[in-house]
């Protein structure tokens, strides 16, 4: 089932940021990135000078809807954990929200029971975020906030 596109305000995206940071943090990760389900780059933290981050939020967008299909072959709704080990580093990538996906890059200064308890953690602030996200966007269908004159020149400048 396909969501349509929800619009982030500045308070929520520094939400979002503020909690991808604590979680970094928290759990010793390299980087963290916030996907939504479409395959956008919402919110990262950590070093990302080595990452394509429009590949990584495409592909983990793609391997939750590959492992979805893969969990409906078992009676599944979906797997809302996914979990990848490297030689040097581990990817551990989760649904939140059932909209976001949060994949954390992680190397041996970590380990996957740390990564996945400060996960949980971060994902009850993640959820509450994007509940404020989605009450913002709750007006009618196809509203658009009107821009004035001023706006619109502030843009341009």
Not at 13 to 27: P, T
Not at 118 to 147: D, H
């Amino acid at each position: 089932m396909s969501q349509g596109n929800f619009i982030l305000r500045e308070p929520e995206y520094e939400a979002f940021l503020s909690a991808l940071r604590k979680l970094l943090a928290d759990a010793s990760a390299k980087v963290v990135f916030l996907v939504d389900k479409n395959g956008t780059l919402l919110a990262s933290a950590g070093d990302i000078a080595g990452f394509d981050t429009t590949s990584m939020a495409s592909l983990a967008a793609g391997n939750i809807a590959a492992t979805g299909g893969l969990a409906n072959l078992i009676g599944e709704k979906e797997f809302s954990i996914l979990f990848h080990e490297g030689e040097r580093d581990n990817m551990h990538i989760s649904v939140v929200a059932e909209r976001l996906i949060l994949v954390v890059v992680f190397d041996r200064r970590s380990s996957v029971g740390l990564v996945r308890l400060r996960v949980r953690q971060a994902t009850a602030r993640l959820t509450e975020v994007m509940a404020a996200v989605q009450a913002a966007g709750e007006g009618e269908p196809g509203e658009i906030e009107e821009l004035t004159e001023a706006d619109i020149e502030s843009l341009f400048k």
